[in-house]
Nanobody
């Protein structure tokens, strides 16, 4: 079965950086679109970035130019490098695997049932 385990969250001052990791297992990682999502207190979960099986990336406008999504298929690991962090980046960050396969689309971000989810890692920016 699909298992996703996030790590790397923490507390950081505005302007700082964090790198999130997601260890994946239970499926062929290299053939799947992967995404990062976040949920701030009192708000709905939102898409942050995704990366398809070829390495093509897509970002939410609010993080473009500050965050970088990447993947290491040999290590079955997904990353999110977050720079120039802002207080509004605070939230629980989730790694997700698209059940449909290797091609990503922003249209998929709002359909939670299309994704397998990790347990999340907290990011707090003050």
């Amino acid at each position: 079965h699909v298992q996703l385990v996030e790590s790397g969250g923490g507390s950081v001052q505005a302007g700082g950086s964090l790198r999130l990791s997601c260890a994946a297992s239970g499926y062929i990682f290299s053939r799947h679109c992967m995404g990062w999502f976040r949920q701030a207190p009192g708000k709905e979960r939102e898409g942050v970035a995704d990366i398809d099986m070829y390495g093509n990336t897509n970002y939410a406008g609010s993080v473009k130019g500050r965050f970088t999504i990447s993947r290491d298929n040999a290590e079955n690991t997904l990353y999110l490098q977050m720079d120039s962090l802002k207080p509004e980046d605070t939230g629980m960050y989730y790694c997700a695997d698209l059940a449909l396969g290797g091609y990503c689309s922003g249209d998929y971000w709002g359909i939670e049932t299309l994704w397998y989810w990790g347990q999340g890692t907290q990011v707090t920016v003050s």
